[in-house]
């Protein structure tokens, strides 16, 4: 039997295409990266050598124009996530201005250029200056995998690009309508009809929508992550309809849900993961499959023309980062971070040449010239974005912490198997995002007759945990232990690995008189100093919009004092949600020289209270939405007084669904024999 293998090519085969692609994102960006450039121009030349003006390997088929576009909305839907709305509100001054300069510097002088040099028509002109006005964010991964989407200017860049892509394709909505001859007043009602309806959707009903889902489906990962792409889409398809294009809708739908989804959470780590790594690398490879590097030897008008248009266009977006930097007193380096991340065209470039191609507006040589404009400006954005991202990389890993002090390790001690993805999460959540120490799984078997069974049927259960810490990039290492009790397991566990904070769950009794947990949590507070969180969550801690901080005099004195503020802040910037200290007047004061000159987007507000007295008040007026911290103490401790030993009580008498965590920090206690038991 003899096997003949016939390939024709392009390739037609759907399984070949997909295993070519898959090879393309497996090799290039790897060699690359070994050449020590930007992977992206990796993916970029390796779509223009399979694609029809190269090797013709692979065509513009269906199969793969969907992947793409899906990874241009995926691209945008992720700008729009990290984007932090408060800390964009704060930053709306040089936000809005990049957005002006990035806009008019590109428009104003290619208009000029193309109206009165190349003697273009005045449509035609107005098409191609507003093409060469917007940009997109083809080398926003490289941010994010530099760890730098957090830094002042990113929300500057990302704000002002929606502001300029948005004029861009709202001039391009009335080019064509003016073209179609069916520029008039009902378009105008009707665009404005339309926007509204979109603004309502994304902003208010998807928001809602996905605030019941999160909390009725907490920690169906896979559902979420389905949900999640399912309102990306939808708004999409709503902004098509409302003469608006797609990308728009993406960015708009990311932004509207990057509060409900936490930077740290699995659900984050899926979606970045996902699109990482199949759907923005198969847009990247069409982009470099439009390209036609042939062009360049048909005429030298053609060249003229491709040179001056890619002139244009890197300048006037120079300028625009030049001026911002100047205006705001922002780093030479950041200045070329701005300038890289908003100098490369693609998705709305494409958009708005494609439509003028059909409309006849502008001929092959223009559609030509935009393409290459794409390739070089994308390789010159991969290039300084990736040099100025390793920079501040670099500086923000160089500076000296507030607090120097030992690694931190977070030990999670498990006995309920239900109990697990919460107490991972909130484990995630106060974790120092630059430590690379991995979380501490425990379970605690009784040392009896069945304590080898038991360790079997434990692991098990840290497994688990070891898989869900896993689904969002996090290290465990599981810990089975056999010891006599669970709190001296708890301690020596502590003691043995340098453990600097616990988090246990809410281990609730039916009578009050258990002391809380019970003999556990008052054994384990004897018997180690490290901090330690109670947790009592019944709902995600993505959707809290208030969070109450109870505070006792003379917190600020104990050892632990800056560490839980860190904890607080963590949990308040996931969530961003509003904080509220409630306390004394000196302790609020300390709290404010602790936070100090650091950019807090969530919004902070300070109120007097004694904390036996507020307590009930408090409670009260808390909703599901709301999440209520107590800073406890530990006996004879500087902090402890008559009245907190109380609100345990108060907790469970009022109301056992409320949101509830409960921190008592790192204190100098005197340890108890057990602890010094050999380990």
């Given at each position: 039997m003899t096997l003949i293998l016939k390939i024709t090519f392009p390739v037609s085969d759907p399984i070949l295409i997909f295993a070519l692609v898959l090879f393309i994102i497996l090799i290039f960006p790897t060699l690359f990266n070994k050449l020590r450039l930007p992977e992206i121009i990796g993916l970029i030349l390796a779509g223009v050598a399979v694609g029809p003006n190269g090797f013709n390997l692979l065509s513009q088929d269906v199969g793969l124009s969907i992947f793409s576009q899906t990874g241009l909305l995926y691209l945008m839907f992720l700008a729009g996530l990290e984007i932090n709305v408060k800390e964009f509100l704060k930053n709306k001054k040089p936000s809005i201005t990049f957005g002006i300069l990035t806009f008019i510097l590109p428009f104003v002088l290619s208009g000029l250029l193309f109206f009165y040099a190349f003697k273009m028509t005045f449509i035609a002109s107005l098409l191609i200056s507003s093409m060469v006005a917007s940009h997109t964010l083809v080398a926003y991964p490289i941010v994010g995998r530099f760890g730098i989407n957090r830094n002042?200017?990113?929300?500057?860049?990302?704000?002002?690009?929606?502001?300029?892509?948005?004029?861009?394709?709202?001039?391009?909505?009335?080019?064509?309508?003016?073209?179609?001859?069916?520029?008039?007043?009902?378009?105008?009602?009707?665009?404005?009809?339309?926007?509204?309806?979109?603004?309502?959707?994304?902003?208010?009903?998807?928001?809602?929508?996905?605030?019941?889902?999160?909390?009725?489906y907490d920690g169906e990962s896979g559902t979420e992550y389905i949900f999640v792409i399912a309102m990306v889409f939808l708004a999409s398809v709503v902004a098509e309809y409302a003469h608006i294009e797609p990308i728009i809708g993406a960015f708009f739908v990311g932004l509207a849900l990057s509060r409900h989804i936490p930077h740290t959470s699995p659900l984050m780590n899926r979606i970045q993961f996902i699109g990482n790594t199949i759907f923005i690398p198969f847009f990247l490879i069409t982009v470099g499959m439009l390209a036609d590097l042939s062009v360049l030897t048909h005429s030298l008008s053609l060249l003229l023309i491709i040179i001056s248009l890619?002139?244009?266009?890197?300048?006037?977006?120079?300028?625009?980062?030049?001026?911002?930097?100047?205006?705001?007193?922002?780093?030479?380096?950041?200045?070329?971070?701005?300038?890289?991340?908003?100098?490369?065209?693609?998705?709305?470039?494409?958009?708005?040449?494609?439509?003028?191609?059909?409309?006849?507006?502008?001929?092959?040589?223009?559609?030509?010239?935009?393409?290459?404009?794409?390739?070089?400006?994308?390789?010159?954005?991969?290039?300084?974005?990736?040099?100025?991202?390793?920079?501040?990389?670099?500086?923000?890993?160089?500076?000296?912490?507030?607090?120097?002090?030992?690694?931190?390790?977070?030990?999670?001690?498990?006995?309920?198997?239900?109990?697990?993805?919460?107490?991972?999460?909130?484990?995630?959540?106060?974790?120092?995002?630059?430590?690379?120490?991995?979380l501490y799984p425990l379970t605690i078997v009784n040392d009896d007759d069945k304590a080898s069974e038991n360790v079997v049927a434990y692991k098990k259960i840290l497994e688990k945990a070891k898989m869900h810490a896993s689904s969002s990039n996090n290290i465990t290492k599981i810990i089975p232990r056999i010891?006599?009790?669970?709190?001296?397991?708890?301690?020596?566990?502590?003691?043995?690995?340098?453990?600097?904070?616990?988090?246990?769950?809410?281990?609730?009794?039916?009578?009050?008189?258990?002391?809380?947990?019970?003999?556990?949590?008052?054994?384990?507070?004897?018997?180690?100093?490290?901090?330690?969180?109670?947790?009592?969550?019944?709902?995600?801690?993505?959707?809290?919009?208030?969070?109450?901080?109870?505070?006792?005099?003379?917190?600020?004195?104990?050892?632990?004092?800056?560490?839980?503020?860190?904890?607080?802040?963590?949990?308040?910037?996931?969530?961003?949600?509003?904080?509220?200290?409630?306390?004394?007047?000196?302790?609020?004061?300390?709290?404010?020289?602790?936070?100090?000159?650091?950019?807090?987007?969530?919004?902070?507000?300070?109120?007097?209270?004694?904390?036996?007295?507020?307590?009930?008040?408090?409670?009260?007026?808390?909703?599901?939405?709301?999440?209520?911290?107590?800073?406890?103490?530990?006996?004879?401790?500087?902090?402890?007084?008559?009245?907190?030993?109380?609100?345990?009580?108060?907790?469970?008498?009022?109301?056992?669904?409320?949101?509830?965590?409960?921190?008592?920090?790192?204190?100098?206690?005197?340890?108890?024999?057990?602890?010094?038991?050999?380990?």
């Open positions: 002042r200017v990113i929300n500057i860049i990302v704000g002002g690009t929606i502001i300029a892509d948005t004029i861009a394709l709202l001039i391009l909505a009335i080019v064509s309508e003016s073209a179609k001859g069916e520029l008039n007043h009902l378009f105008i009602f009707r665009f404005v009809g339309y926007f509204i309806f979109f603004l309502f959707l994304v902003f208010f009903i998807i928001p809602k929508l996905s605030k019941w889902f999160f909390k009725n890619i002139f244009v266009a890197v300048t006037s977006k120079y300028l625009a980062a030049f001026i911002l930097q100047k205006i705001f007193k922002y780093t030479k380096t950041e200045r070329n971070l701005i300038f890289g991340l908003s100098t490369a065209r693609a998705a709305s470039a494409i958009a708005i040449i494609l439509v003028g191609f059909n409309l006849e507006l502008v001929d092959e040589s223009i559609m030509n010239a935009t393409i290459i404009l794409i390739l070089i400006s994308t390789l010159i954005s991969s290039f300084y974005t990736q040099n100025s991202a390793k920079k501040i990389a670099m500086k923000e890993e160089n500076e000296v912490p507030d607090i120097i002090d030992v690694p931190e390790r977070i030990l999670i001690p498990i006995s309920n198997p239900s109990k697990i993805e919460h107490l991972i999460n909130f484990a995630i959540l106060i974790k120092d995002k630059k430590s690379k120490e991995p010891d006599t009790n669970v709190a001296d397991g708890i301690a020596r566990t502590v003691k043995e690995f340098l453990i600097s904070k616990v988090v246990l769950g809410w281990h609730s009794r039916k009578s009050t008189k258990d002391l809380f947990f019970g003999s556990l949590l008052e054994n384990v507070l004897n018997k180690t100093g490290k901090t330690i969180f109670v947790v009592h969550l019944k709902s995600p801690l993505n959707i809290f919009k208030k969070i109450h901080v109870l505070i006792p005099p003379a917190a600020e004195l104990e050892i632990g004092f800056t560490e839980w503020i860190e904890s607080v802040l963590n949990i308040a910037k996931e969530s961003s949600g509003k904080i509220l200290f409630w306390g004394n007047e000196s302790t609020h004061e300390k709290i404010r020289q602790a936070i100090g000159k650091r950019n807090i987007p969530n919004d902070i507000d300070y109120r007097r209270a004694k904390c036996i007295a507020m307590l009930k008040v408090i409670s009260r007026k808390m909703t599901e939405n709301d999440l209520l911290i107590i800073i406890s103490a530990r006996r004879n401790t500087l902090s402890y007084n008559r009245h907190i030993k109380q609100i345990p009580y108060q907790i469970d008498v009022h109301d056992g669904d409320l949101n509830t965590v409960i921190i008592y920090p790192e204190q100098e206690i005197i340890y108890k024999g057990s602890i010094d038991l050999q380990v």
